[in-house]
């Protein structure tokens, strides 16, 4: 079966600082990777998905940048982190074929704090 | 535009009663629609989806969406509600790219013992 791991769960960083939150999925091959923000604990928020290895779309304009190095994993990254950064962070994937296509899968989550 | 639209921010309901979540759409073609819960501070799971076919749309926990075409409409309902219920819930629709998928804003279900 497939699973998707996502960390750190919780992390709270200083403004200017960088990030770095990492996403792998488990058990299924080529996935598409999305990640999402969920701001105030209501919507979501597309930030970046990829359909393949070094295949990045970006959804919002900000100082935020996401990375697929390996089939499985997805990253994303700051260089800078800003204050509004704070949220909860959602990967997600979905398979690239099959029944369950249309479907996306989340992750556990990653709490960012920026003070 | 895809989009769907949730018109309640929150829902209570007693335990032991019927609950619904409302949920409508604006898509073009033949949509396909999700739901999904969301228990605090956890990810968002899967319950349930339309593709086509039965227009009752049987998922986990107990619960069931009826697609009606007519009302653009994909209500979540539940026979009977549990505390365990309590969540967030959100509907969800094929998004601007073949890839994505667009949410609603989120329904806050309370059950109330």
């Known amino acids: 079966s497939q699973t998707i791991h996502q960390w750190p769960a919780t992390l709270v960083q200083p403004v200017g600082s960088p990030l770095s939150l990492e996403c792998t999925v488990e058990?299924?091959?080529?996935?598409?990777l999305y990640w999402y923000r969920q701001a105030a604990g209501r919507g979501l928020q597309l930030l970046f998905y990829s359909v393949g290895i070094g295949q990045i779309s970006s959804e919002v304009p900000q100082n935020l940048s996401a990375s697929r190095p390996q089939d499985r994993q997805f990253i994303l990254s700051s260089k800078k982190l800003l204050l509004s950064d704070s949220g909860f962070y959602l990967c997600?994937?979905?398979?690239?074929?099959?029944?369950?296509?249309?479907?996306?899968?989340f992750g556990p989550g990653t709490r960012l704090l920026v003070l | 535009a895809q989009s769907v639209a949730q018109p309640e921010d929150q829902v209570n309901v007693a335990e032991g009663n019927p609950l619904t979540v409302k949920c409508t759409y604006s898509?073009?073609?033949?949509?396909?629609l999700f739901w999904y819960v969301q228990y605090p501070n956890r990810g968002l799971q899967f319950l349930l989806k339309?593709?086509?076919?039965?227009?009752l749309v049987k998922g986990s926990y107990g619960f069931e969406a009826e697609f009606n075409k007519s009302q653009t409409s994909f209500h979540l309902k539940k026979p009977s509600a549990l505390v365990s219920d309590s969540a967030l819930y959100f509907c969800?629709?094929?998004?601007?790219?073949?890839?994505?998928?667009?949410f609603g804003k989120g329904t806050k279900l309370s059950v109330i013992p």
């Open positions: 058990g299924t091959s080529n996935p598409n």
């Open positions: 997600a994937w979905r398979p690239d074929r099959g029944p369950s296509q249309e479907t996306q899968y």
């Open positions: 969800a629709a094929p998004g601007a790219g073949s890839y994505q998928l667009t």
């Open positions: 898509v073009s073609g033949n949509p396909y």
């Open positions: 339309y593709i086509t076919g039965d227009n």
